[in-house]
């Protein structure tokens, strides 16, 4: 019943991973959707709007959980459907608990012009981690298939933060790097502010550069991997970067203007990267 749960709350959200989750067998598929599970309910804490204290005390008992699943006794619902993967495809404690750490990032206060080092270890955090979770759960736990979720997990994110400036700015958060805003004469850290600042598409357009870097890693990385283990890492990279370009199309002039990738344009590249 949770599997089906989860599952019905990935397609809705119309995410990619869904489309690259449904290459895999029905037993790793499970496994994916027990970790997206856990990465919601963290995610969700960190964005509650609630005081800080009640987010840090929840995320904490989050620690406590992974503790729990890995002691053999989950309480929660999700870390429960987490037990049998954990042991089967021998999940890493500290994946699970690195991504509780870049959760409190969020929590703990509002992200802003972080320096290039804080923003680098929040992606490694959020999606390098999960990762590391995905390569042993897709069947390849080599030291090339962590390279790809270090290098592809840090390229989904900074493309995730290029296409939610908008979004993220809601929230009091701006995760573009005081680095690359101060060599674009940006000097302020109001989220609002910057996304009107006349120079934000040239330092969105670094940013990208340094998130197409990244992707060109993790496609040499992936090259030393089990080919049909990788195939939903190889559709998660195809999407984003496709979604990536589709952000430097749009040049950035209009930050309030999401980009979505068709259903019709994820299929082709789910065909082309996935079944091929």
């Known amino acids: 019943m949770l599997h089906q749960t989860i599952r019905h709350r990935v397609e809705a959200a119309g995410t990619s991973f869904y489309w690259a989750m449904r290459l895999l067998p029905k037993h790793r598929r ?32 989050w620690r406590e959980e ?23 495809y021998h999940l890493r404690r500290r994946d699970f608990l690195a991504v509780i750490d870049g959760m ?26 999960v990762g590391h979770l995905s390569v042993h759960i897709f069947g390849d736990p080599s030291e090339a298939a962590h390279a790809v979720a270090e290098s592809l997990g840090r390229a989904l994110q900074l493309t995730n933060i290029l296409r939610d400036l908008d979004e993220d700015a ?14 674009h004469g940006i000097r302020e850290t109001d989220p609002i502010t910057v996304l009107r600042h006349p120079a934000l598409p040239a330092a969105c357009r670094e940013l990208a550069a340094i998130a197409e870097e990244h992707f060109r890693e993790g496609r040499r990385a992936m090259e030393r991997c089990s080919r049909g283990a990788m195939r939903p890492a190889a559709v998660m990279a195809a999407i984003y970067r496709a979604t990536l370009s589709a952000l430097l199309r749009s040049g ?25």
């Open 30 to 61: 499970n496994a994916m959707y027990a970790v997206y599970a856990f990465c919601r309910e963290v995610d969700d804490i960190a964005d509650d709007e609630r005081p800080v204290e009640h987010k840090i005390a929840a995320l904490a008992a």
């Open 252 to 276: 950035w002039r209009d930050p309030g203007g999401r980009v979505n990738l068709s259903k019709p344009l994820k299929l082709w590249l789910v065909l082309r990267h996935g079944l091929v």
């Open 170 to 183: 809601g929230r009091g958060r701006l995760y573009l790097p005081r680095e690359v805003l101060d060599r």
């Open 104 to 129: 409190e990032m969020d929590a703990r206060e509002d992200i802003r012009a972080p320096d290039f080092a804080t923003l680098d270890l929040y992606c490694a955090r959020v999606a390098s981690a």
């Open 66 to 88: 992974i503790d729990a699943l890995y002691a053999g006794h989950p309480r929660h619902v999700v870390a429960q459907a987490l037990s049998r993967p954990a042991v089967h």
